[in-house]
Each structure stands twice: as C-alpha cells, then as structure tokens.
C-alpha cells in the first residue's frame, strides 16, 4: 500500500502539492487524476524518493521508498518513457537495470515478451516510436516483477491495440493482488481501467472515492423524453406534469426534454396519466468525462482562450449576414460537459480544509502531521469544511473551497 500523509512540495514559491493524504490500496487499480500542473508527477516523484517532500511523508509498505528494502523487486514504475539511454538496445537497456538489481537475466526476456517487444530487443531505442517507447517503460517497471506499480501516462502514444493491452495489464496486475497507481489525461480509458479514482487540482485532494461513486457524486444522470413533433401541445402538457411531479426539465435542441429527478417509469406513469404518447423515454448515464469536467473546471491552471479559427474568417461585407451556426447536440445547453449536480446543495468541489480530520478508508487523521501546521497558500476565509471531504453529504450549497477559478496569483 502507498499511503500518502500531509505530503507538500514547494518549488521556490510555487506551491505544486499541498497537504496530500490518501492511500492507494493492493489489489485495485486506482487512478491517478488532475488537470496540467495539478501534482501528479510531483507526488509520484515524491512516492518514488526522487523528490524531497517539503513536508509530510509517503511510505511504500510502511517504508519511504529510499528506506525499503531492496526496492526495485518492490517497487516497479514508469514516469517518463523518454528517460532511456538511446544508444542502447532495448535488452541491453533492461540488462542494466536488472544487473543494477540482482534480477535474473532470463527475466529481461520475460518482460520483453509480456511487452510484445521481443522481435526489436537489439534495435537501438533512440529509433524506438512513442508507443515502443512506453512499452520498454513498461517492461522496466515489470522488471522486478513488484507488488507494487505505477505508471505516469502508461498509454501516452499508445494504439487502440496498445491502450487495450496496457488496460488489461493493469487490471491483471491488480487481480493479483497488486497496488496499482496510474496516471491518465483520457478520461474514457480511465473509466474502463481504474476501480478507485484519487483527484488532485493545484496540488490538492479534490476526491477519494470509488469511479462509481465520483460519477453519482458529480454528475446526474437524466432522462431523454420526446413526443411527437407534429403536437407541440403535447410536448407543455407534459413538461408542466413532469415539473410539478417535482421533475426538473430542461430542453434540448432537438426539441427532446432532458428529465432529471425521476426515474423512467414514473415518467412513463405521468406523461400516460397526462394522455401524452411518447416517441422516446431513455437512460443517460453521466460519464466519467463529465464528472471530471465537473470536479475540475474551478482548478484548471491552463485553458485556451483565443478561438483558433479567429485568424482564417474571412471579414464580412458590410451588411452581409454570417451564415447560421449548425447546432451541436446538448452544446450550449445546461449541463453540456457539467451535468448539474446530483442534489441542490449538493457540494462536489468540497475539499479538505480547516481542522484535522479522519484520512480515507478511516485512516487517522493528520493532527501533529508534518505540514499541517503550514499556511494555507490557496485558504481564504472559508465556511464549514465538510466531515468527509470527497464524499460532501446534501448541505446548503456554500463555497467550501478556496475560489480555484482565480489564478493563483490573484488569489
Ligand atoms: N522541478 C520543478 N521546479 C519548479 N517547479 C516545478 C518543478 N516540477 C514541477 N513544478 C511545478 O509544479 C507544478 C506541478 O507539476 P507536475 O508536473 O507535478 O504536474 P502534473 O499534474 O504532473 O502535470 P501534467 O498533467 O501536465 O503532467 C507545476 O506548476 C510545475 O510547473
């Protein structure tokens, strides 16, 4: 088990984690996520022993990484597939790191073969494409055949057949019973891979919870209703039933209603007591995308701001109209990219704050811990921190949270 308590890390004056306690547990796969800049390299540096906490601690087995025993049989990771001498060969690259580690050379064979990578063992890696790249580092982190794996970016230049191969072996490897921390940008994979999900943003836990979970928590899942187009009569009558049956119903562009707040069948009992024939009454399952978006849209650091197509638009005659937008689906609406949140006053962006409190899965909480006593760079005056950060209970909505839709400097 990694377990992660108060860690922070400062470069200078930029704070890149802060405060971070969570575990990652054997036998899951949990991912690892957070926008660009968040801290996940840093904490994984830091899980790794190649960074110095500023303060707090992580421990691999009880152990920091440099005080455990034989550590790479123990440990096994890749953060950066371009960190490979590229004059070397590929098994002459692994052949290294095993003699470096007491690991048998037949084994080197072994994991070339487990990375598909034994038909180029004695080509040079520098000629090596992304994907080849991501598989010796794979390979590498297989090496010590470790109970214990992390991979920053695993799939990162991978193909459709390279991104199903690694979802598989990480899900292996955590069947084995393996701890399995992974970090991804693609939202979908994650979805597919991971069991647990540990969500930073500017250096903070922003969550610690189940996929599951993280995805009912924030995000909703909705109806889609639509009656005939010929009867747009049909289309009210049903819209103030729905609402007064406590329904919140908001609608789409294609003339469809998006229904949040009751379950299909009671739809189907209303729009029938209502006289109302449907042409379509569907389950939409909020994605983990949309969660994500969701939990993070406060503490994204970069966003692009110039519309890229500015430059090529041809300016318009005096006069002359711009030729109608086509419609996007579900664009512009409410909930496009963020659903709305599952409750009112539901607080997805809750994040640890003020006094010590119990760490997940009931771990003790971090009074006295290294960098608790350290200042808040992103605290403002806050209300109430929820009990249990990631998973907030129905309260009045109220900005639990630093404001992370500021720039730090602003803050
Ligand atoms: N050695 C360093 N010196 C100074 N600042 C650093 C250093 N390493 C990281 N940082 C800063 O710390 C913050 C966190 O960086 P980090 O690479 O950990 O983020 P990340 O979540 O892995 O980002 P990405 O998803 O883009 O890989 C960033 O603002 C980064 O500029």
């Given at each position: 088990m990694i377990e992660a308590v108060g860690l922070t890390k400062r470069y200078g004056a930029k704070t890149a984690v802060y405060n971070l306690s969570f575990q990652v547990r054997p036998g899951a796969v949990t991912g690892f996520l957070g926008p660009n800049g968040s801290g996940k390299s840093t904490t994984m540096r830091m899980i790794l022993g190649l960074d110095n906490p500023t303060s707090g601690q992580v421990t691999i087995g009880g152990f920091p990484y440099r005080k455990l025993p034989n550590a790479p049989r123990q440990v096994g990771a890749l953060l950066d597939a371009k960190a490979v001498h590229g004059g070397r060969h590929a098994r002459n690259h692994l052949l290294c790191l095993a003699q470096l580690s007491g690991i048998p050379a037949r084994r080197v064979d072994e994991v070339l073969g487990v990375v598909g990578l034994q038909d180029v063992a004695k080509k040079r890696s520098k000629g090596f494409s992304l994907g080849m790249g991501q598989r010796l580092g794979i390979a590498a982190a297989l090496l010590g055949d470790p109970q214990v794996l992390l991979f920053d970016e695993p799939v990162n230049g991978l193909d459709p057949e390279g991104i199903l191969w690694v979802r598989n072996l990480m899900k292996a490897l955590a069947a084995e019973g393996r701890t399995v921390f992974v970090s991804s940008h693609l939202m979908s994979e994650m979805a597919l891979t991971a069991d647990h999900l540990i969500v930073i943003g500017r250096g903070q836990l922003l969550a610690d919870q189940s996929i599951k979970d993280f995805i009912s928590h924030n995000s909703a899942d909705f109806a889609r209703v639509r009656t005939?187009?010929?009867?747009p009569q049909q289309r009210e009558k049903l819209t103030a039933a729905l609402t007064e049956a406590g329904g919140q119903v908001l609608p789409e562009q294609d003339g469809a209603l998006r229904v949040m707040g009751l379950p299909l069948p009671r739809i189907s009992d209303l729009a029938h007591s209502a006289d109302v024939r449907l042409w379509e009454l569907s389950p939409h399952q909020a994605s983990l995308e949309e969660a994500y978006m969701r939990m993070t849209q406060g503490a994204v650091d970069y966003r692009s701001t110039i519309d890229q197509k500015a430059g090529l638009q041809q300016e318009l005659p005096p006069g002359a109209m711009p030729p109608p937008q086509l419609p996007v689906a579900g664009q512009g609406q409410p909930g496009w990219y963020a659903p709305p949140p599952p409750q009112q006053g539901g607080q997805p962006f809750a994040m640890p704050q003020g006094a010590p409190q119990a760490g997940p899965y009931?771990?003790?909480?971090?009074?006295?811990?290294?960098?608790?006593?350290?200042?808040?760079?992103?605290?403002?005056?806050?209300?109430q921190a929820p009990a249990q950060p990631p998973v907030a209970p129905p309260a009045p909505a109220a900005p639990a949270t630093p404001d992370l839709t500021k720039p730090e400097d602003a803050r």
């Open positions: 005939p187009e010929t009867e009931g771990a003790p909480g971090t009074p006295g811990a290294p960098g608790t006593a350290d200042v808040n760079p992103y605290a403002q005056p806050a209300p």
